[in-house]
């Protein structure tokens, strides 16, 4: 029996829920699933210029996990890419220290603080959020 996969630690969630490839009338494919873990290892090592040891300790992982974690998510990219297929973000075996949300009617992503107790979007004050973390 393998063991219980480590939850992988995100900064902050996507500011995206997913890519559409322009210029292609074929909407039958179905869409690439880039898991947050994955977009995260992404960021870290391409985007914030991180080598594979700094971004694992971030994320609270070996470095040889984030080394196919970021594969799999070059792998993901090159083939919706390749392929001309939809990218859609999901949330994947990962956790965040603060509860994220988004608002359903400005897609503003905002974190709320503990001592403001109330649950409105902070660039609309719509009452209609949704929280992004898998938990409650």
Sequence with gaps: MPRRRRLRKIVAPPEFKGYKPYGTNRNTKTPIEL????????????YDLMNHK???????????????????????IAQAFVETKEIVTAFGNSWMDDFWFICDDCNARFTIPKTLGQEICPMCSSTRIELLNNQK
């Design 35 to 46: 898991l947050y873990e994955e977009y995260e290892a992404i960021k870290l090592a391409d």
């Design 54 to 76: 700094e971004a694992s300790e971030l994320m609270g992982v070996s470095r040889p996990t984030f080394a196919r974690i970021y594969e799999s998510a070059r792998r993901k």
